[in-house]
């Protein structure tokens, strides 16, 4: 009798937690599914950005892996990176942040930092928007060799542009741009990256010149042992004033229309250019903020600031792209001329002096990364 008893309740407990354990399973496989939903959205912390992003925080958390998302908040992180360095060479100045929308589709960025101590002015932008493309833009993208259907023509793009124009003449001015580009048309989504980063000193530096180079040519070499080579070919020959017969500064990297290997290695590359930015310029800043300098050489930065001006509003694709774009937003197209410019008439530099070695070096771009350390000596 004990023994059945013993027996019967043995049962009841083993048919009672087996229920517990299926209910148990059960509502841990509606928990597991629950938790893989929430974690598959990527936790945004806007405290790295300038502002808060252009797209809405709850479009790029369930987008993790879309190429569109990526870029945003990789731009987005450079912005605020290169700023908070600006700022920190020029401690008493901040930059002004205005975030602005765009009634076509998707808005930007813009920081501007103006009469500092070490910057005259400084603007970093980025910019991510939507629409369609103008047949202006259609027509200088099917220039390039970019084979675009006909009519109406959505197009998607995010970039980050900047523009540094120093106080002192002897820190060179930079400017840097990484955009990536999407285009819909009947045959599907065409998508590229583009962007580069060059330097232009008032003064030539032939060591500033080599640790600029250097650095972006150890970026490329990490993807690429051909892109630098490339690229800053594409460079001298893209940043050249023709009706001066000159180059805007000592170059650095340019391309354009990439799209292979892979979106996913193109834009490891695109970030790894964009990275290099503060380490290929700020030690230049800090190497030469502080040089004395008399009028002379304050002039001779304005003339070639206004050199900087006729490039960009002549011929430079970005700005143009910028103009023909419907509901363009000027104030940060044009953030990129400097404060103050100047032109003389039929100006030319005497030969064997700062400013005539500077404009031979402008006319016969070098290779600086091979520049050897007699050439170096000769021209520091």
């Avoid at 972006?216 to 630098?228: E, F, I, P, R, V």
């Amino acid at each position: 009798m004990i023994f059945k008893v013993i027996v019967k309740n043995c049962c009841v407990v083993y048919h009672q937690r087996k229920r517990e354990f299926c209910k148990l399973r059960k509502y841990g496989t509606i928990f597991t599914g629950a938790l893989a939903i929430f974690t598959s959205k990527q936790t945004i912390n806007t405290e790295e950005f300038m502002a808060l992003p252009i797209t809405s925080l709850e479009h790029l958390s369930s987008q993790p892996n879309d190429m569109k998302t990526k870029m945003e908040l990789m731009i987005l992180k450079v912005q605020k990176e290169f700023c908070d360095a600006l700022e920190k060479e020029d401690d008493c100045s901040k930059f002004l942040v205005d975030r602005w929308q765009r009634k076509e589709g998707g808005g930007g960025i813009t920081c501007v930092l103006q009469d500092g101590q070490v910057f005259e002015k400084a603007g970093v932008n980025i910019s991510v928007v939507s629409g369609t493309l103008p047949a202006a833009a259609v027509a200088q993208m099917r220039s390039r060799g970019r084979k675009l259907g006909e009519g109406q023509l959505p197009f998607f793009a995010a970039g980050i542009s900047a523009v540094i124009h120093p106080v002192n003449p002897m820190v060179p001015t930079i400017h840097f741009n990484y955009r990536y580009f999407e285009v819909r048309d009947d045959e599907g989504t065409q998508w590229w990256f583009g962007g580069g980063t060059d330097l232009t000193p008032y003064y030539l530096n032939a060591a500033d010149a080599v640790h600029f180079h250097q650095t972006l040519k150890n970026a490329c070499d990490k993807h690429d042992k051909t892109y630098y080579g490339k690229f800053k070919k594409w460079c001298d020959d893209y940043f050249h004033i023709p009706h001066r017969g000159e180059r805007r500064g000592v170059g650095g990297i340019f391309f354009d229309d990439l799209d292979s290997p892979g979106s996913e290695e193109c834009f490891e590359f695109v970030t790894e250019c964009a990275n290099s930015v503060i380490p290929s310029y700020i030690p230049l800043v800090q190497r030469h903020k502080t040089a004395k300098y008399t009028n002379v050489e304050r002039e001779w930065q304005l003339l070639r600031r206004g050199r900087y001006v006729e490039f960009n509003l002549i011929y430079d694709r970005g700005t143009k792209f910028g103009l023909y774009t419907p509901g363009a937003r000027y104030e940060s197209i044009l953030m990129s001329l400097p404060l103050h410019a100047r032109w003389e008439y039929m100006h030319v530099p005497k030969e064997n002096t700062p400013e005539g070695e500077l404009l031979a070096v402008l006319r016969n771009p070098k290779d600086w990364v091979e520049y050897s350390c007699e050439d170096e000596n000769k021209t520091s």
